[in-house]
Structure formats: C-alpha cells, structure tokens
Nanobody, 114 residues
Framework: QVQLVESGGGLVQAGESLRLSCAASGIFRINGMDMGWYRQAPGKQRELVATITSGGITKYADSVKGRFTIPRDNVKKTVSLQMNSAKPEDTGVYYC???????WGRGTQVTVSS
C-alpha cells in the first residue's frame, strides 16, 4: 500500500522560511511519478502550490513563484517544499500528491503569523 507522509509543518512568522517534506513508502521507486504540493486554506478549495514532473520540470502557482521551490530526491523517495519569505496567505493544510492513481498524503498544517 502506497503512502505519502508529510512532515515539517508548523507556525512561523511572516518573512521566515519553512521546509516541508513528503516521504513515499510502499512503492519501489518514484522516478516515473510526477509529484507535488497542494494546499487548502480555511473555507477555500484545495489549490495547486507546486509540482515537479518525473523529468524534473517544475510548475508553481503565481502566488508562490520566486519564493517556493520543490526539490525531489528519487533515491530517498522524497519531495520537499522549501518555503521562503512566508506570508500569512500561505497559511493552510499542505498535501503531498503523487500522480499515479493519484496518491495523497494526509496533510500538514502551516500557519504564518503576521
């Protein structure tokens, strides 16, 4: 059974940095799978934050371009989200996503205080 488990969420102040990680288990390799991060703020729909294809092509929401990056490590079977210059509007539950099926993690809470 494939699982995606997020970690690294928490409370930060505006302008600070935070790094989220997502570890895949129950799968031999993630090389052929696109992966990414979505988030859901209170009262809002889940939205795409960033994705990275199996070939390393990245895509970012306009709201995070230039502040967030999404590195992946196929050997460790992880994908991360480096969040720099955090803003209060980045607050939400962040979900890891894998393109096969697709797979979803349970989410990790990120709160950015002003």
């Amino acid at each position: 059974q494939v699982q995606l488990v997020e970690s690294g969420g928490g409370l930060v102040q505006a302008g600070e940095s935070l790094r989220l990680s997502c570890a895949a288990s129950g799968i031999f390799r993630i090389n052929g799978m696109d992966m990414g991060w979505y988030r859901q703020a209170p009262g809002k729909q889940r939205e795409l934050v960033a994705t990275i294809t199996s070939g390393g092509i990245t895509k970012y929401a306009d709201s995070v371009k230039g502040r967030f990056t999404i590195p992946r490590d196929n050997v460790k079977k992880t994908v991360s989200l480096q969040m720099n210059s955090a803003k209060p509007e980045d607050t939400g539950v962040y979900y890891c996503w894998g393109s096969i099926n697709p797979y979803w993690g349970r989410g990790t809470q990120v709160t950015v205080s002003s």
